[in-house]
């Protein structure tokens, strides 16, 4: 009796799961591990905020550069070397932050960790998946994408934790080994297996079949090729400059929200209410991606997320921290397009673009979006600072929901009205 007599299981699941802890490591260490670090930093070594804060935009302009590199490092090495590396990298840039004894040294290790966790950020998420789905794309990048939010909620609390009672050097050791043992298990038997070594096809349908018809028949693609220079392609321009101001508005404000509403709901209360946000972020992204129609203008569904997002920007702006209920109702629709901001571009990309440019236009895009994002915290509080007099949350929710606002009209811009079909075996 052969193999072919019982088929193995639908492998792609199991990969999404694999990705989810990937992205789950990858932001519970290199995003939200940052701020927490420039805190234990400061308190250790003394060193001015300015200098431990450039640190952290370093490693997030490093993570820029890398990542869009990616797919290169990726067809040369493998995905599952570049993602075993990039754990090894990220845990020994965190190890540095917490040996540094001189600011050439901090600045050093941000190499590390800002280039190694974006091997384990959305671009390498997207890169894990799409080779296993193509019209169950947006539910599978949904559930991995989710892994983002889960490393929030699990390492926020955890490094905060281990850094006072173990100290910061013993608990970056050891994070960094767990981390790296694990993505080195799942880089192996999980990330190096594609369809093909186990004769599987995307999404689990083989070509041809009616269900795969189905599924691929409901998509549409607008199939141009990338040009040499991507600055030049309205598409391109438009889907990295939307990404790029939402989630420029995005980090901006969740870097001072905590701060801002703990006057209308308490230090206790505001804890609470970014939890709040982290678990609508999971309700949202998963409600785009199992809900939206195969042949959904991705676009228009980006631009009603990030509407959802400037109402409750609005909400914030208009409860001026006096009613609570306000302010908790701004944040959860705030909160509930947090993840769509990184799961629904690659998405669109999915559909604009030739099959071979996907991957480079996701890492590009991610890379501008990074870019960008690595200064909204700082520009967010000159922001606050100068307006400080007048009311500085009312400047800090006005201005979040204006680049939302311009969001939505720079992907709105880059709509095109002539799709082809796309094929079940895009990737």
């Known amino acids: 009796m052969t193999m072919r007599d019982h088929p193995l299981p639908f492998f792609g699941w199991r990969v999404v799961a694999a990705a989810f802890v990937m992205a789950t490591f990858g932001w519970g260490v290199g995003f939200y591990g940052p701020p927490i670090f420039l805190h234990a930093v400061h308190a250790e070594r003394g060193w001015s905020l300015p200098t431990v804060s450039a640190a952290v935009t370093v490693h997030f302009l490093v993570g820029a550069a890398v990542v869009a590199g990616l797919p290169a490092l990726h067809k040369r090495f493998g995905l599952s070397r570049v993602t075993a590396a990039g754990a090894v990298a990220l845990a020994s840039g965190v190890l540095g932050w917490s040996l540094a004894r001189e600011p050439w040294q901090l600045f050093l290790a941000t190499l590390f960790s800002g280039g190694g966790w974006v091997t384990m950020g959305a671009a390498a998420v997207n890169a894990t998946v799409a080779p296993w789905f193509v019209a169950d794309r947006p539910k599978a990048l949904s559930a991995a994408y989710n892994g983002a939010s889960v490393g929030g909620i ?7 934790a281990g850094i006072a009672a173990l100290g910061f050097q013993l608990a970056a050791a050891l994070i960094g080994i767990a981390m790296v043992a694990v993505i080195g298990i799942l880089a192996a038997r999980v990330f190096a297996i594609q369809p093909a070594d186990l004769g599987q096809f995307p999404d689990g349908r083989p070509p041809g079949t009616e269900a795969a018809k189905a599924g691929a028949g409901a998509l549409h693609r607008i ?3 990338l040009p040499l220079r991507p600055w030049r392609d309205r598409r391109f321009l438009t ?18 929200l905590f701060s801002l509403i703990v006057p209308a709901l308490g230090v206790q209360g505001a804890g609470l209410a970014m939890s709040l946000a982290t678990g609508t972020a999971i309700a949202g992204r998963t409600a785009f991606g199992w809900l939206m129609p195969a042949g959904a203008d991705r676009r228009r569904v980006a631009a009603a997320s990030y509407l959802v997002q400037l109402v409750g920007s609005v909400l914030l702006l208009v409860a001026g921290m006096q009613d609570p209920m306000i302010v908790l109702a701004g944040i959860v629709l705030f909160g509930f397009g947090i993840g769509n901001a990184t799961s629904l571009p690659p998405l669109i990309a999915q559909v604009e673009f030739a099959r071979d440019d996907v991957a480079r236009v996701v890492a590009l895009i991610v890379a501008v979006g990074q ?10 509080g000159a922001l606050r600072a100068l307006s400080e007099p007048a009311g500085g949350d009312t400047a800090v929710f006005a201005a979040t929901a204006a680049i939302q606002a311009l969001a939505i ?9 002539k799709p082809v079909r796309l094929s079940a075996q895009t990737p």
């Open 154 to 160: 699990l390492f926020a609390p955890l490094w905060v």
């Open 223 to 225: 199939a141009a090729p």
């Open 409 to 417: 009209a720079v992907f709105l811009a880059g709509r095109r009205r």
């Open 371 to 380: 870019a960008g994002y690595a200064f909204a915290p700082a520009a967010f």
């Open 239 to 256: 889907l990295s400059g939307g990404m790029a101001f939402g989630l420029f508005a995005q980090i901006g404000l969740l870097a001072h």
